[in-house]
C-alpha cells in the first residue's frame, strides 16, 4: 500500500508540475465545449462492455470541474446496478464506498465535496464491479496522477478480487505525453474520455 509519508523528492516535484497542468486544462474547458465532452464520455460509458456487465459502480462523486458522475449515477440506478460511493474519514483520511439508492442520500462532506452517509458496512469491488475514478493527468499508457492523497492507490491495493474493472474518466485535454509512476501508483484498466477508450 502507499506510505502516507512524503513522496521522494524528484518524483514529487514531477508530479506536482504534470497535476497543475492537468488542472490547468481542464479548467480552461468553457461551458459548450465541457458539457459536448461530458456528454459523450456518458455516452461511452453507457454503451462500454464493461459498464453493460457490471453489476455495481464504485463510483466518485464529481466536483468542482471534474468530468460529471451525476448523469452516470442515475443512469445506473435506473439500470438496477448498485451504486456505492465514497466517503473520506476526517481523522485518518481513509475513503471507503457505501451504497445509495438515490442522490438525495448524498450530503456535503470532506473538503466540500458530497458523500454517502456512510451508514451500514463499506462495499468493497468483486466479481463484476466497475470502479470510476477521477484524476488531474493521464498519459496513453494509462499512467495515472490523482489529488496527491493516495485515496485511489490504498483503496485498489486491498482490491484483489478477479474480474473487478478500474476505469478513470476525464477530458481529453488531460491526456499528457508521459507521466512519472512510482511502484504503488495502480493505473486504470481504461482510459475513457470524449474521444474513446484507451
Known amino acids: 500500500m502507499r506510505s502516507r509519508g512524503i513522496e521522494p523528492e524528484p518524483i514529487a516535484k514531477g508530479k506536482k508540475e504534470y497535476r497543475k497542468e492537468g488542472l490547468r486544462r481542464r479548467a480552461g474547458l468553457d461551458g459548450v465545449t465541457r458539457r459536448a465532452a461530458e456528454a459523450k464520455i456518458l455516452h461511452i460509458v453507457l454503451h462500454s462492455p464493461f459498464y453493460r456487465k457490471a453489476d455495481t459502480l464504485f463510483l466518485y462523486v464529481s466536483y468542482g470541474d471534474e468530468v460529471d458522475t ?26 471507503a464506498f457505501y451504497r445509495i439508492d438515490s442522490l438525495e442520500e448524498l450530503a456535503e462532506g470532506f473538503h466540500g465535496i458530497w458523500e454517502p452517509a456512510g451508514k451500514g458496512q463499506p462495499c468493497l469491488p468483486a466479481k463484476d464491479s466497475l470502479v470510476i475514478m477521477p484524476g488531474c493527468a493521464f498519459d496513453r499508457d494509462r499512467r495515472r496522477i490523482g489529488y496527491g492523497g493516495g485515496f485511489y492507490d490504498r483503496f485498489l491495493a486491498g482490491c484483489e478480487e478477479e474480474g473487478v474493472v478500474k476505469a478513470a474518466v476525464c477530458f481529453s485535454c488531460q491526456i499528457l505525453p508521459y507521466l512519472p509512476e512510482e511502484e504503488t501508483d495502480i493505473r486504470p484498466d481504461w482510459l475513457i474520455t470524449e474521444e474513446g477508450i484507451w
Open 70 to 95: 451525476h448523469r452516470l449515477m442515475e443512469a445506473a440506478l435506473k439500470d438496477g446496478k448498485r451504486v456505492c460511493c465514497p466517503k473520506v474519514a476526517n481523522d485518518d483520511r481513509s475513503m
